[in-house]
């Protein structure tokens, strides 16, 4: 079964410093992996998505991340965190062809300090 | 205007009332989910329609129901609602349906359930 973990649930930066947040995924085929970001009180919204072209892929407001398949690994980075990154981050796999249903990881919480 | 959007956005009610969530879209997608979102659990899906005739469970769709009035008009309903249903309940759209598409969300309705 599809599956994707978030190893930190809350991670705490200073403004301007790199940002890393986590997820490691498992899926018997060539998964699509997406990054969503909720804002207090928002929906969410999609910051980026693997679709098996570019392994590195850019997305909004200075985010990217790397498909890793021999780590299963799809961490989210962004080189200087501004104050209007605090928010939380869902790391996302897809499920089975056929299905097409999204399977979320618990969220990161992330925290930007002045 | 949104594309997806839910009603209420804030509601309290009674144990054992029955409450309506609605989620309608302008996106012009086949496809619609309903999810709940708890505290480090990130978001569990409850139900989802591919089209108006094609509804199907999700992983926790216990002590919920859903109607798929039209293509844009995606209902949950609650129908004796308990406390551990407190939660803040998403509906998705999607388009037609691969492994890449990209599911969009509403501003999501936080219920409470006293």
């Known amino acids: 079964a599809q599956s994707v973990t978030q190893l930190d649930s809350h991670v705490s930066v200073s403004e301007g410093t790199p940002v890393l947040l986590r997820c490691n995924y498992s899926?018997?085929?060539?998964?699509?992996l997406f990054w969503y970001v909720q804002h207090p009180n928002k929906g969410l919204q999609l910051l980026l998505k693997?679709?098996?072209?570019?392994?590195l892929v850019k997305g909004i407001n200075g985010f990217e991340a790397e498909f890793k398949k021999s780590e299963t690994s799809f961490h989210l980075t962004k080189p200087s965190a501004h104050m209007s990154d605090a928010a939380e981050y869902f790391c996302?796999?897809?499920?089975?062809?056929?299905?097409?249903?999204?399977?979320f990881g618990t969220g990161t919480r992330l925290k930007v300090l002045a | 205007d949104a594309d997806v959007t839910q009603t209420p956005r804030n509601r309290i009610t009674k144990t054992g009332k029955r409450i309506m969530l609605e989620c309608s879209q302008t996106?012009?997608?086949?496809?619609m989910y309903w999810y709940r979102q708890d505290p480090g659990l990130g978001l569990r899906l409850i139900y989802y329609?591919?089209?108006?005739?094609?509804?199907n469970k999700g992983e926790i769709s216990d002590g919920y129901s859903v109607s798929r009035q039209a293509q844009a008009k995606f209902s949950l309903s609650l129908e004796s609602a308990i406390p551990n249903q407190t939660a803040l309940y998403f509906c998705?759209?999607?388009?037609?349906?691969?492994?890449?598409?990209?599911?969009?969300f509403g501003p999501g309705t936080r219920l409470t359930v006293l």
């Open positions: 996302v796999v897809s499920d089975l062809p056929g299905t097409y249903k999204y399977i």
């Open positions: 899926s018997s085929y060539s998964p699509s």
């Open positions: 693997y679709t098996s072209a570019a392994t």
């Open positions: 996106k012009g997608h086949d496809r």
């Open positions: 329609s591919f089209d108006v005739k094609d509804i």
């Open positions: 998705a759209t999607q388009t037609s349906g691969s492994l890449t598409d990209t599911q969009y």
